[in-house]
């Protein structure tokens, strides 16, 4: 290129022709790596299986917000690390992100469904895994910084790349498995339910890395109160402490803890680290993925599979994605698919704390704190299991009926939890009572395994009612099913949890020695919503110095939510049982 200055004003000579080169070059390296056309198998490719690989990675990637409760109850006490203190994020704040990542990722899933497919499966998979790498480093930094917004900006990211790269693998896989619908987006959708089982340990590691212990000052510390909190001396200055009940310490997985008083934020529980480390992981492994997976070549048909003969609808008739909305198909299997994945999601979303609130007191023995990452990873199971297993039994009798076996199942297992217990907590020394726990531990993994399978055979469900051309863009529509009952699920479990603690807190209140009470927080019960408020008064600091025989309430503040959740799923039943095959006018021949 020559420049040559005339006046003040350089004139550039072959410039332009360089740059269109340069361009001309740019585009024909992303069309060749990254185009539609890049990922086609070469029509000599026969490893079909070989396709499970990268798919079920990516998916194990985007599972990851099944696992977000082993460390929402940790990021609940990131200032306190002992107990929540007063500006530490409640419960309910630390749970949303999970709720937040599925939500946004149907909606992406949704509107860029289309896209994904006029893209290709490469470059979708490869903006998706560069989005979720980035957005837990985010979600770290929203931690590190104590910043909610952070935290959850972070989520929604997370879930416009999860939204990119889920439906990519799976119609990838429907492409290679025509004669295995089910069996194929069961086994890549199961690496989404496992999520939590690769979240879960790897999380509790980085945690246990990165921890620092926080300040202990002692079991017997002159304090002051103030708005609530609790303040002592440390050096020349009065700072925010909390006290560490032994209920307390017995729901935290660091050793070298005491009962006692502990300076806020003198600690760390090495959540943000974590975080960014996941990040990096996933963020890789997807984008790798997305250099590996193939779809076939137009055409493909597997050895001995003969379309004609397949039943379902035509090859060559489907129904348009455009409308989708039409069919009165799309409004009953959504809706019931929403109805019955309601209660999963609200189990998922806070399996380790529940666990520990429910049974930690009446079994210390057994309810330990590995004992809930262990119930987690059960659960984590569960979905797993549930995504291979539905999805193997749906190809041997139908979508339809496993779908029924889904919904009339879940009603008893949700009726029936409260009472597994009540016989566990009234009677928690009895031979019978570890038998309970287990009962109830089965029924709750049981009904994971209901809601892995509801969205493993979904895909083939969808394929079957309107023909498979189109099932990537319709998929992403009926994933706006997860976006539901993810945002309802945990906000009516928690809201229903928070009712029912507040109300045992007040019953409590009536019972306790009011003197007793003065003594311990340093004011008198009429102050009592403000130290709920400060975090200072819970049911577990209560308790210790409740009469003689107070039963603890805390094991019963889930009661209400199962029967509503029982409830919920009987009426997804009925929706179900209204689904019929979809009416002729809406296929077209492509």
């Not at 879930?159 to 987006?185: H, M, N, R, V």
């Not at 529980?269 to 997807?286: D, F, K, P, R």
Request: hydrophobic content about 45%; charged content about 15%.
């Amino acid at each position: 290129m020559r420049i040559l200055l005339v006046g003040k004003r350089p004139l550039i000579y072959g410039g332009k022709t360089r740059l269109c080169r340069f361009a001309s070059s740019s585009s024909g390296f992303m069309e060749k790596y990254f185009g539609p056309e890049s990922s086609i198998a070469s029509p000599d490719f026969k490893n079909r299986w070989s396709m499970f690989v990268p798919a079920f990675a990516t998916h194990v990637c985007l599972g990851s917000p099944y696992g977000w409760s082993a460390i929402s109850g940790t990021i609940n006490k990131e200032l306190g690390f002992v107990a929540p203190a007063s500006a530490d994020w409640s419960l309910d704040m630390c749970t949303y992100p999970m709720s937040i990542m599925i939500a946004f990722g149907g909606i992406a899933a949704a509107v860029f469904g289309k896209w994904t497919m006029k893209v290709g499966t490469r470059k979708a998979l490869f903006c998706g895994g560069s989005l979720l790498g980035t957005a837990f480093l985010l979600s770290g930094i929203g931690v590190a910084q104590h910043s909610l917004p952070l935290l959850y900006m972070g989520n929604l990211l997370a879930g416009i790349g999860y939204g990119c790269a889920y439906t990519p693998p799976i119609q990838a896989l429907l492409e290679w498995f025509p004669d295995k619908k089910g069996t194929a987006s069961g086994i890549v959708i199961a690496g989404f339910g496992s999520g939590a089982l690769f979240f879960t340990p790897m999380m509790n590691h980085f945690i246990q890395t990165f921890s620092k212990l926080p300040t202990y000052l002692g079991n017997s510390v002159e304090t002051v109160m103030e708005s609530g909190k609790i303040f002592a001396k440390v050096g020349d200055e009065l700072k925010e402490v909390v006290y560490a009940t032994s209920a307390d310490l017995a729901k935290l997985s660091f050793s070298g803890l005491s009962e006692g008083f502990y300076v806020v934020g003198s600690g760390s529980t090495g959540a943000a680290e974590g975080l960014m480390c996941m990040g990096l992981i996933y963020g890789l492994t997807v984008m790798g993925s997305s250099l590996i997976i193939r779809r076939p070549a137009p055409g493909y048909i597997p050895e001995g599979y003969d379309p004609s003969t397949a039943g379902g609808t035509s090859s060559d008739l489907n129904v348009h994605v455009n409308d989708l909305l039409k069919t009165p198909q799309f409004w009953l299997l959504f809706s019931s698919s929403t109805l019955l994945c309601t209660g999963g999601m609200g189990l998922m979303s806070v399996a380790k704390p529940m666990i520990n609130d429910v049974f930690a007191t009446s079994m210390p023995a057994i309810v330990t704190t590995s004992f809930a990452s262990s119930y987690l990873m059960a659960m984590a199971a569960g979905n797993l299991g549930g995504r291979l297993g539905w999805a193997a039994i749906s190809d041997k009798i139908g979508c339809r009926n496993t779908f029924n076996i889904f919904t009339l199942s879940s009603v008893p297992i949700f009726a029936t939890l409260p009472f597994f217990i009540n016989e566990v907590v009234t009677n928690p020394t009895s031979s019978i009572a570890p038998v309970y726990l287990g009962v109830f531990c089965a029924a709750t993994v049981a009904s994971i395994s209901v809601m892995g399978g509801t969205f493993a055979v979904l895909p083939a469900y969808e394929a079957g009612l309107y023909g498979s051309k189109y099932v990537q863009a319709i998929h992403g529509r009926f994933l706006l099913a997860a976006t539901t009952s993810t945002i309802v699920g945990p906000y009516l479990l928690l809201t229903l949890r928070k009712m029912a603690e507040s109300s045992a807190i007040q019953e409590l209140l009536e019972k306790v020695d009011p003197i007793k009470f003065a003594e311990h927080f340093g004011t008198n019960i009429a102050q009592s919503q403000t130290l709920i408020e400060a975090k200072t008064l819970t049911i577990s600091k209560l308790m210790t110095i409740m009469p003689a025989g107070t039963v603890d309430p805390s094991p019963f503040i889930y009661n209400n939510t199962m029967y509503t959740m029982a409830g919920l799923v009987g009426t997804g039943a009925v929706l179900h049982f209204m689904v019929k095959p979809v009416e002729k006018k809406f296929f077209k021949k492509d």
